[in-house]
């Protein structure tokens, strides 16, 4: 056979560039329209205008659930048979394999679309493309759009010379087939008498062997009114699991996409209504010029044998109890008024002073020159710039700085403020007299506790009354002071709390710094355990891992829970029964013998009693991270609590105070779920003396951080001057 030795080679571009460059870099439907909204302002468009029929997607969407949930047990039965008839195959290429006992995932619901009549529309009125600029610039993939084809010249400004330009590698265009399976285009240029029509058909160009060779078929629509211009792009074929986003979602995304652009000049509508990014206390903002001015501030980076970078930045801090999610915290990068990368923290570490004040932190960072040098500094998601360079890593460096800087004012911020509230405050001022008693050793980390907890309650709120007495108990101080602290309504106690204060013994370094060691190895195991949650959210998982972590530091749920999970032999005995008797923890395995998850059941059960208290008993029920928290969820937790109040009264012919903590993912804002609505409804209702509570897994970890993270850093010092 002969040999063929060509002189040269050609590259064919194959159609499963699509799936890399479009399906999986625009999983979202917000992501895609931010592409689709930043393609508008490049052609100078005024404006942009998005239409999606919600409602109808979310009709189409549960038709599609109910077609599959239809056909699941003909699907079942079919492949059970095709099994007892086929040969058995090699073991890793079996489902069973793969799985281990478990079933195997029934992914069909994602390899359908929803009708063809159900679109979304976005409209602009820029410029417009002519059939040459649809050929020569729209469908070339990676087509560099700032280099013009004939001189080779730097585009770095809109055709119509007014803007900075988004757009960068012309990838854009294919974003629609992250949620769409075609993608219409209608475009018009001004001055012609004619609309260019096509479409892009992903079940045609994916499995093109070279795209290049792909005709698309073009059609014209007569339209005379030459003044008129503009681009609709029309997204048919949903993907039901891309486009189930709500309109607060949506517009949440695509503000957070641009910054700084004069509303005058460019407009994003959706559904009719301008986009606005939603309306945010601050309680801090860094620098004070930013604060003064309500702008952000001139500053520059040093690049080592490069020169320096300017950019404009300000941070600014959420009021307490408003804090950010996860992935909503840091530094937001923009270039040319469109989001380069972020939100992130970059560099800074959790062990920092104030680290807990990442979590309402929101740094605001405009870099146009950034992306003006002529060099690629930008990921194409736009979620991260090129790392392991100089210049990066200077930005990077220089923007982790400022957020350092800004932590450690926002803690002065933060320390002064409250000390004038607890100064203001009758309640405030009997527990600093109370704390200045204390042995030597245990003021500053009472303190510290003390001003953390008015911080994130107020000095006037219940929970401040109600965990005060908790802050010398958390470093061992005893009984002594728990009990006068009770009696602080009482101005005429004071003298006698001075007076027994110098009863209690002085606090061991080494076993309080070993606590609250003890108790950071927690937050950071919580932490953990939440950011996988939403890693794999609405998925099965960890539940295990959750409870274990609760029932080894159940002070996560509340602090007074520190050393109350009961060592009484019969107090312990009577819990184990209780269990028992609700059937749950132990008593309720949560695994069918399929190795399936059983939804029917709950999750996580387990019941604590207090040896210091035994007439008081807490249900505590967890549901993973994974899956947000419904009314059916507390309905379940009140049948418990009210089972065990019925055997304490009818077995045990007692009285006891049943608690009940419902704790896990909380619903999304925007849900439209009707469980999870009525979920939220219901604790907006919850009166002050209910015996239930539904507490998030996010708000457990905001309020063991701000409970002890203060606590923890003293001690360390503590130990480092001795």
Known sequence: ???????????????????????????????????????????????????IPFDEIDKGRTELKALVKATKANTKIAAAKQSESEPVIAATSTGADLFGSMAVPDLSMFKLTLADSIDIRIKDYGHGMSPRDVAEKFLPINRHRRIDTVGAETLLKSEGGKRAVMGRKGLGKLAGFGIAEKVSIETKRKGDSFITIFELDASVL??????????????????????????????????????????????????????????????????????????????????????KTGDLVEDFVNIPDIGTLPIKYAVKFRKPGQHLAAGKRGARIYCNKRLAAGPSLFKLGTGMHNFHGQDYLECIVVADTLDQLGVDFVNTNRSQLRE?????????????????????????????????EIKQTANGKMMSQIIDNLPTRSRAPAGKLLKTIALRYGTDSVEFNELAPLVVQSVNAGETLIRLIELQTDPQTINRVAVELKELAEIERSDSLKLYRGRKNGIIALRKLIERGEELWKKKGIEVELQQLFKDDP???????????????????????????????????????????????????????????????????????????????????????????????????????????????MPEADTRNDDELMLLADIKKRASNEQWEVIGLEQVLDRAQQIHSDAIESFEKDELAA
């Not at 800087?405 to 000390?419: E, F, T």
């Open 555 to 665: 002070w996560l749920i509340k602090p007074e829970y520190s050393h109350y999970l009961t060592s009484d032999q019969s107090l312990n005995t009577l819990a184990t029964k209780l269990a028992k008797t609700i059937g749950v923890d132990k008593f309720a395995p949560i695994v069918d013998p399929d190795g399936s998850i059983d939804a029917e059941r709950p999750d996580l059960v387990f019941v604590m009693s207090d040896s210091a208290s035994p007439h008081v008993f807490t249900i505590v029920e967890l549901k993973s991270p994974t899956i947000p928290l419904s009314f059916a969820h507390l309905t379940q937790l009140k049948k418990y609590m009210r089972k065990i109040e019925a055997f304490i009264s009818t077995e045990l012919n007692g009285v006891a105070k049943v608690n009940g903590y419902l704790i896990g993912a």
């Open 388 to 420: 392991d360079n100089d210049v990066v890593e200077a930005v990077l460096g220089h923007i982790s700085d400022l957020m350092k800087a800004s932590l450690a004012a926002h803690s002065k911020h933060r320390d002064s403020k409250v000390n004038e």
């Open 1 to 51: 056979m002969t040999k063929e030795k060509p002189a040269a080679f050609q590259m064919a571009i194959q159609g499963g560039m699509l799936e890399a460059l479009g399906i999986n870099m625009y999983t979202t439907l917000g992501k895609c329209l931010v592409e689709f909204a930043a393609n508008a302002y490049d052609s100078d468009a005024p404006k942009v205008e998005i239409f």
């Open 206 to 291: 994916s499995n093109a062997p070279n795209l290049s060779e792909i005709p698309i078929p073009a059609k014209y629509v007569d339209d005379f009114d030459v003044d008129r211009s503009g681009t609709t792009i029309i997204l048919r074929c949903l993907k039901p699991d891309a486009v189930k986003s709500s309109v607060d979602k949506i517009s949440a995304t695509l503000a957070e996409a641009f910054y700084g652009i004069d509303k005058a000049d460019f407009l994003v509508n959706l559904n009719g209504v301008e986009i606005e990014a939603p309306a945010v206390e601050y309680d801090f903002i860094y620098p004070s010029d930013a604060a």
